[in-house]
């Protein structure tokens, strides 16, 4: 799988029709053209490719934090990180990209950041929180039936 993607991003770089995989490149593609004066400072063809792939992680981070499912998640309080590796086999290190996803939607933020609404709570849910007293509503965490909240 991982020689195949590494293929599928230097093809990205080229401009060969590839038939079917063309739109699945075209993500890469895209990797290219918001980054495009980084990576045409970098002479060494190999330099760029290394670059790309860290580019390319970065962008697919950035893209999971545009998910109303992710941002939901996080408007739970779920304990969820999501962080940008890179595993060069040659070295045999692990590159933590350090994405900033914070400072990514400072700026971007108001494009695409969901208005989340709170979950609705099942009747379970409501029934735990009564009974662990973390319901908020005097009662003590006393069980309360659909009869006692009338």
Known sequence: MRSLWLRGVKAAMGNKDLGLINKWLRNIKDVIRLHRDELNEIKSEDHKFKRLVELNVVEQ???LHKTSVIQKAYGQNANLQVHGW???LREG???D?????QKA???YGEIYRYEIE???KTKLEKVVLHLS????DGRDGKL???QDSK
Do not use: A, R
């Open 61 to 63: 981070v950035y893209n």
């Open 86 to 88: 890179v595993y060069d």
């Open 93 to 95: 290190l692990i590159k």
């Open 97 to 101: 990209l350090q994405v900033d996803v």
């Open 105 to 107: 939607f400072e700026e």
């Open 118 to 120: 709170p979950p609705v």
């Open 133 to 136: 007293g973390d319901d908020k």
């Open 144 to 146: 309360v039936t659909s």
